[in-house]
């Protein structure tokens, strides 16, 4: 994996204004500014930031107004605070040099694992993990992990497997393959696994569940139900069931779980109907309110292997009572097919 990723970054890597240094003041306000933003909504700020503010020294005897100004328009405010103090930080402690350890790093303001980890690897090629997003799908897809990504003991096991990944090789090189990969090619949705350079080995491609992983399903709230709501078909048609009494009594939709984990729907269903099924790729997340709750319902497309009863065509499901929620649920289903 490592060779490969390596190869194909340094033939395919984005020319971006902050990979031209290993400047770690650069690199810092870059990865910061990367937060919540896009990288090209960033690259205009970042070289405005840079003529402004060059290095530590010019930064730190900035006023918090002066940079809020050079911050307008990238929003979320307390970053554009806590590099100033930073600044400040480093050159009141570290005579303004950038700290190269990365627990040092991780103790500034505003850096977290993540971005502590970019800036140790890249800047002064430590084999530090960068772990963000990108790089917890792909190595959830790589090794076809099926626990959820948004828990903290996912993350750690994910952090745990690119610090063995990553020994040995260019740290910078390794992390920000990882970063383009993850922007480029192995996408959220629809990921481009025909011009992956790591998909011979990758289990969820191998599996075809590509389009199913990563489980990325953040904590619940407390007023709010989940479920997995399975668009199940087979051939041409749909499975809906009639609610029984209660809510949405006598009308028609999805079958759905109170679970957030799309293969443990699977064991649901198979205990209620007898009938196995697979899962063929993740849709979206609806909400729907409703007076007293509000249901999110994670979309999952699944398939039946044989068919079995309550089977409507589309045209069959027009004459049918379906309920909102379920609407949206079939509109959302056939809008990506």
Same mark, same amino acid.
């Given at each position: 994996?490592?060779?490969?990723?390596? +190869?194909?970054?340094?033939?395919?890597?984005?020319?971006?204004?902050?990979?031209?240094?290993?400047?770690?003041?650069?690199?810092?306000?870059?990865?910061?500014?990367?937060?919540?933003? @896009?990288?090209?909504?960033?690259?205009?700020?970042?070289?405005?930031?840079?003529?402004?503010?060059?290095?530590?020294? $010019?930064?730190? +005897?900035?006023?918090?107004?002066?940079?809020?100004?050079?911050?307008?328009?990238?929003?979320?405010?307390?970053?554009?605070?806590?590099?100033?103090?930073?600044?400040? !930080?480093?050159?009141?402690?570290?005579?303004?040099?950038?700290?190269?350890?990365?627990? @040092?790093?991780?103790?500034?303001?505003?850096?977290?694992?993540?971005?502590?980890?970019?800036? %140790?690897?890249?800047?002064?090629?430590? =084999? $530090?993990?960068?772990?963000?997003?990108?790089?917890?799908?792909?190595? %959830?897809?790589?090794?076809?992990?099926?626990?959820?990504?948004?828990?903290?003991?996912?993350?750690?096991?994910?952090?745990? !497997?690119?610090?063995?990944?990553? +020994?040995?090789?260019? =740290? %910078?090189?390794?992390?920000?393959?990882?970063?383009?990969?993850?922007?480029?090619?192995?996408?959220?949705?629809? =990921?481009?696994?025909?011009?992956?350079?790591?998909? &011979?080995?990758?289990?969820?491609?191998?599996?075809?569940?590509?389009?199913?992983? =990563?489980?990325?399903?953040?904590?619940? *709230?407390?007023?709010?139900?989940?479920?997995?709501?399975? #668009?199940?078909?087979?051939?041409?048609?749909?499975?809906?069931?009639?609610?029984?009494?209660?809510?949405?009594?006598?009308?028609?939709?999805?079958?759905?779980?109170?679970? #957030?984990?799309?293969?443990?729907?699977?064991?649901?269903?198979?205990?209620?109907?007898?009938?196995?099924?697979?899962?063929?790729?993740?849709?979206?997340?609806?909400?729907?309110?409703?007076?007293?709750? $509000?249901?999110?319902?994670?979309?999952?497309?699944?398939?039946? *292997?044989?068919?079995?009863?309550?089977?409507? $065509? &589309?045209?069959?499901?027009? +004459?049918?009572?379906? %309920?909102?929620?379920?609407?949206?649920?079939?509109?959302?289903?056939?809008?990506?097919?």
């Amino acid at each position: 994996m490592q060779i490969e990723l390596i +190869k194909w970054y340094e033939q395919n890597k984005r020319d971006l204004p902050w990979r031209k240094t290993r400047d770690p003041y650069k690199i810092w306000i870059s990865e910061i500014m990367l937060q919540q933003t @896009t990288v090209e909504a960033v690259i205009p700020y970042f070289i405005r930031f840079m003529e402004r503010f060059p290095n530590i020294q $010019t930064l730190y +005897k900035a006023s918090e107004e002066e940079v809020y100004k050079y911050w307008e328009g990238l929003g979320y405010y307390r970053r554009a605070k806590h590099i100033l103090e930073t600044a400040q !930080i480093i050159h009141n402690e570290y005579h303004d040099v950038f700290p190269k350890d990365f627990n @040092t790093i991780l103790s500034l303001k505003g850096i977290g694992p993540y971005t502590a980890g970019a800036i %140790s690897s890249i800047a002064f090629l430590n =084999p $530090t993990p960068a772990v963000d997003g990108n790089v917890l799908r792909i190595i %959830s897809r790589y090794y076809l992990i099926k626990e959820n990504i948004a828990l903290s003991k996912t993350i750690k096991k994910i952090e745990n !497997i690119v610090e063995e990944l990553i +020994k040995d090789y260019n =740290p %910078s090189s390794f992390n920000q393959g990882l970063m383009d990969l993850g922007a480029r090619i192995c996408r959220p949705k629809n =990921p481009k696994c025909d011009l992956c350079p790591i998909s &011979l080995h990758c289990q969820a491609y191998q599996n075809n569940q590509q389009n199913v992983l =990563p489980i990325n399903i953040k904590k619940i *709230k407390h007023q709010e139900l989940h479920f997995i709501t399975g #668009v199940i078909t087979y051939k041409n048609q749909f499975l809906l069931i009639k609610n029984p009494q209660g809510l949405l009594e006598n009308l028609y939709g999805f079958i759905q779980y109170e679970t #957030v984990n799309p293969y443990h729907y699977n064991e649901l269903f198979y205990n209620d109907y007898h009938q196995s099924l697979s899962v063929v790729s993740y849709i979206k997340d609806i909400k729907h309110v409703f007076t007293h709750r $509000t249901w999110i319902m994670h979309i999952y497309h699944y398939e039946l *292997k044989e068919p079995i009863e309550h089977l409507y $065509t &589309l045209k069959e499901i027009e +004459k049918l009572p379906i %309920s909102s929620a379920h609407q949206k649920v079939l509109q959302a289903y056939t809008k990506e097919n």
